[in-house]
């Protein structure tokens, strides 16, 4: 048997992102490897009672929650001065896995981190320069300690090698998958019902995400007021929390005028995002880095055109199964999404090998490989 730790507090409070990593990857695990028991950590105070009654939990024969009504921030800081660590509330453990960028104390076992990307570096630009050297901090700290990486795509562990001077020989590649309600066939009766629960009515191209700078929206809704002097009946809807500088973008489509043009949504539940996606004519990502990019994958495998980025890890991943273009060229996004919308032939095509790819990626296929990333970690390969 083998016992592993895992942070499992994003699959509690993220919706998008990291969270549905977490949350999907535990099933996969145990799916993966029979011989396999997970002690999920969930040491945290906030909203505690009611996030866990909340929760679809995974077996818990074989994965089960240990955590304290403790907030997080201060295990580190006890771990300081008092014999506190992850042991604390787990029990025993053969490794720990990080999945969240949250250095929990771990003593007396190996550990292994997911990393997704470089996103924070400083010459990126994406993130506050206190944000950039927060997480830079964090990072060089994991990876010390750590004995082995997961990442989400051969782009990003190249940039994580480069970035932190890491041993490509001990950086395991884990592609992420979709999650079914994704893949799910709907009826029209079924589309139309979840349009009218949000007021939505088509033509719509839509945005699935975080609104902050590197996913390109300002660009976005530029390109998008220029296609709208073509196709008035079009809308934008935008699906996603509020990152850092989110408003810029309605900044922006204050500017251009076209508020009446334009909604945003907030979080929505997957199964939501799904039928929403469904009744989109277009799915726009052109973001301006990925680690992996699922949420246009996730477009691919409802079956809508993908207008996405010709760059990092969206060319990886989405291969010939979305239209790429030069997320730094606006005339190229502008012609894009009018070629998706209007197009609807070229646009139908598209759709269709976008659906044959997104089923290459599974959550199975990810557990196995992570799986093997622990017994590698545990073996010193």
Not at 87 to 103: E, I, K, N, Q, S
Not at 189 to 216: F, I, Q
Not at 348 to 363: D, N, S, V
Request: glycine share 8%; hydrophobic share 45%.
């Amino acid at each position: 048997m083998l016992t592993v730790a895992l942070d499992y507090r994003p699959a509690l409070f993220q919706g998008f992102g990291i969270g549905r990593y977490v949350r999907n990857l535990v099933p996969a695990l145990l799916d993966a490897d029979p011989e396999l028991q997970l002690r999920l950590y969930g040491v945290f105070w906030r909203n505690r009672k009611e996030v866990l009654a909340a929760h679809e939990w995974p077996d818990p024969q074989r994965a089960e929650f240990c955590g304290a009504p403790i907030p997080a921030r201060l295990i580190p800081l006890l771990g300081r001065v008092l014999p506190i660590s992850a042991r604390t509330f787990t029990g025993p453990f053969d490794l720990f896995h990080d999945t969240d960028y949250a250095v929990t104390p771990v003593r007396g076992a190996p550990r292994i981190a997911t990393l997704y990307d470089t996103a924070y570096l400083r010459d990126r630009g994406f993130v506050s320069e206190t944000q950039s050297r927060h997480m830079h901090e964090i990072v060089r700290n994991l990876v010390k300690g750590v004995s082995r990486v997961i990442t989400i795509s051969e782009f990003a562990k190249q940039d994580l090698v480069e970035a932190f001077d890491l041993d490509p020989e001990r950086v395991s590649v884990t592609y992420l998958g979709v999650d079914p309600v994704f893949h799910k066939e709907h009826s029209a009766d079924e589309v139309a019902a979840a349009l009218d629960a949000y007021g939505l009515t088509p033509p719509y191209c839509m945005y699935l995400g975080t609104l902050e700078p590197r996913k390109n929206l300002v660009r976005l809704v530029r390109a998008f007021a220029r296609m709208l002097e073509i196709a008035p009946e079009q809308h934008l809807v935008l699906i996603g929390r509020k990152g850092w500088a989110h408003e810029r973008v309605f900044g922006m489509v204050e500017e251009l005028g076209i508020g009446d043009h334009v909604r945003w949504l907030g979080q929505v539940p997957d199964q939501d995002a799904a039928l929403l996606l469904k009744g989109a004519a277009v799915m726009a990502y052109p973001s301006l880095y990925e680690g992996f990019g699922l949420p246009a994958l996730e477009g691919m495998a409802a079956g809508v055109p993908v207008l996405s980025s010709d760059s990092h890890a969206l060319r990886e991943v989405c291969g010939d199964g979305a239209l790429l273009v030069d997320p730094h060229d606006e005339d190229a996004i502008y012609e894009g999404l009018r070629m998706l919308a209007l197009d609807r032939g070229e646009a139908h095509e598209i759709a269709e090998r976008g659906r044959r790819r997104a089923q290459k990626f599974t959550w199975a296929a990810c557990g196995q490989a992570t799986a093997t990333a622990y017994r590698a970690a545990l073996e010193g390969v």
